[in-house]
């Protein structure tokens, strides 16, 4: 703390603490006060800042969901993102966005997927990285959540997860220390223990988050994570959120007792946040329009569209459309903290849609109420409508009352109300375009062998059913790929057969989460970890390596064969051959989102450094690379490599 401000011993007490829920205590008038705010997809600041309901809110520019953003594989956009999202700050007098959360995907049935990025870590770290980037271009500062192991709502505030090392190393924390680049202002700790210890007193993972990480901002706690205020200080935690009066009581009762060392270096760790923000903040110049920040919501949106499937009927070609579904006409999000209130009237797609100048009209079929019960309001219309049209455009998906914050989805199949439109739609429709609307990845296993067409909108902000029109009618062409696997069945989920009780959730699938599982024992599932199509068509040649030391340059060509502008993300993957321990068969750890013109061919070239061929070795303590053998693969999708070479380290 500044010579020039001694604190009181009680003035210290209060300072590691939140004065409210939003705000810090300014220690009497002698510290800035700093704001912080949700949440990662858009501001969520309520309007009576002494609370966290959902209450009336300050309505503000509602980006796509994390996932959306994570699909489009363009770091460049998660730092137009943060960029925009900084901007958005300033227009709010808001010091502190509460975001991104890098929690891995361990679980498809995590009700919180929505706002994380990816079941893999390279991709949750890069995204985070760029985002934190952009927000704190604005000298707004950002909040990198929730450390760690926060991967399922399922009684958050009192489970344990227990994690062995080496995949607490090479999957849950490699986020947060990829992220750590970006130098984050403040890292938000979860709610949960690990390994039977709480996130708020873990000292040991504190250790690793500044001592190996090079974290050096404050450490915050999550709302009401703190259980034992003193424990959490003495391990390392800063800033204690939000205010809690019988926890401050009980420490301003102590204080002659607690550990001075440890009291002052948190207060210095709030003062210094506190000073931070008062600097940074007279070099705050908001430098992008409304129009400037709703573009990027639309283009992400567009760029994070994944194509699913298409047999012939997209783009759409001029003809009567029918459109139905509740996301056609009712906005659909993730519930939560995350929530915004869009400062954009909804877009019902049909409008959408007709401002692209296609003859389309909306007519009621399934409705969901609320979960996944849902009632076939006017079913038999509807198929009689999309009877005497040329395509049917079915809208379906999961509402905030099924995809939320502090509860787990049940199972990841719609509602059977919607199952049974899709049946009868299929039926009666000369072609049917499914789109959905949902933040998790859905077994679409009962019907998607009906629909000749299926396009994922997710949660797509404010411009979502305009990017969806523009998708549809070809004006973009589709080039999102999926960062998460659609298993078949959640029963082929290792993580979801794990041991779990009310008290502790096992990890005990080890590294083999995601793709790291299918890909290496064979499992079928219905889309894999980066798969996307697009109306383009694209062929990869040339693959060429060349080592330097312990780094190795990956070079190849990519020709889009077709007649459509496209733009492709490359994936490189990395397979040890000649292992000394148990790999995953192979990891993703480079990839490249590149535009092609038609019939034009682009070369890539991408760098693996020394630590995309290492593993974490828990005998060492260190991250390891073992001379040997390697294969370099790329692809399209995990499952589909259209190039590989092996090379010797
Ligand atoms: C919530 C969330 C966290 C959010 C905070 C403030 O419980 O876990 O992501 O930023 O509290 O609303």
Known sequence: MEGKRELTREQKIKLIMGADFWTNYDADGRLYTFVVSDGPVGLRQPLDRTTTEQSDCIKSVAYPS?????????????????????????????????????????????????????????VAGVFAREYIKGVQSKHVGTALKHFCCNNSET????????????????????????????????????????????????????????????????????????KDSEASMNAGLNWEMPYNEAHQREMLAKAEKLDEKKLDASAARVAALADKCEAESKMRRQDMTLQERRAVAQKIEEEGIVL????????????????????????????????????????????????EGVDAEYGESVWETNGHQSHLGNLKEAVLRAAQKDVTVLCVGEPNTCEYESTDRQQ????????????????????????????????????????DAVLWAGYGGEFVNRAVARVLTGKVNPS???????????????AENAYRDEAVMLYNEGLNVGYRYFDTFDVPVLFPFGFGLSYSKFVYRDICLEKSGKTVTV??????????????TAQVYVR??????????????????????????????????????????????????????????????????????????
Request: hydrophobic share 40%; charged share 25%.
């Open 308 to 355: 699913l499937k298409n047999e012939g009927v997209l783009p759409l070609e001029a003809g009567k459309v029918f459109v139905t579904g509740a996301p056609a006409v009712r906005y659909y999000y993730g519930g939560g903290s995350s929530n915004v209130y869009p400062e954009r009237d909804f877009e019902p797609l049909a409008e959408a849609l007709a401002a």
């Open 412 to 451: 990841i199949r719609l509602s059977k109300e919607e199952e049974a439109a899709i049946h009868a739609l299929a039926e009666a429709s000369e072609k049917l375009v499914v789109v959905v609307y949902a933040g998790a990845a859905i077994d679409m296993s009962d019907w998607i062998g009906e629909a």
């Open 155 to 226: 009684s958050r505030h009192w489970a344990s997860m227990e994690v062995d090392e080496r995949t607490l190393r090479e999957i849950y924390l490699r986020p947060f220390e990829i992220a750590c680049e970006a130098q984050p202002w403040t890292v938000m700790c979860s709610y949960n223990l690990v390994n039977g210890v709480r996130m708020s007193e873990h000292e040991k993972l504190y250790g690793v988050l500044r001592n190996e990480f090079g974290f050096d901002g404050m450490i915050m706690s999550d709302w009401e994570a703190v």
């Open 66 to 122: 994390v996932q959306m953003l994570s699909q489009t594989w363009d770091p460049v956009l998660a730092y137009e993102m943060g960029r925009s999202l900084g901007n958005d700050c300033i227009e709010q007098d808001v010091d502190i966005l509460l975001g991104p959360g890098v929690n891995i995907k361990r679980l498809p049935t995590n009700g919180r997927n929505f706002e994380y990025f990816s079941e893999d870590p390279y």
């Open 480 to 494: 999102g790929k999926l960062t998460e696997t659609f298993p078949f069945r959640l029963e082929d989920v290792p």
């Open 576 to 649: 040890e051959v000649t292992k000394e321990v148990y790999r995953p068969y192979k990891e993703l750890k480079a990839f490249r989102k590149i535009f092609i013109k038609a019939h034009e061919c682009r070369t890539v070239e991408l760098t693996l450094d020394e630590r995309a061929f290492a593993y974490y070795s828990v005998a060492k303590d260190a991250w390891t690379v073992k001379p040997g053998v390697f294969e370099i693969l790329v692809g399209v999708s995990v499952q589909q490599i259209m190039l590989k070479q092996k090379i010797v380290l």
């Open 555 to 568: 070079r190849f060509t990519i020709e889009n064969i077709s007649d459509a502008d496209g733009k492709e």
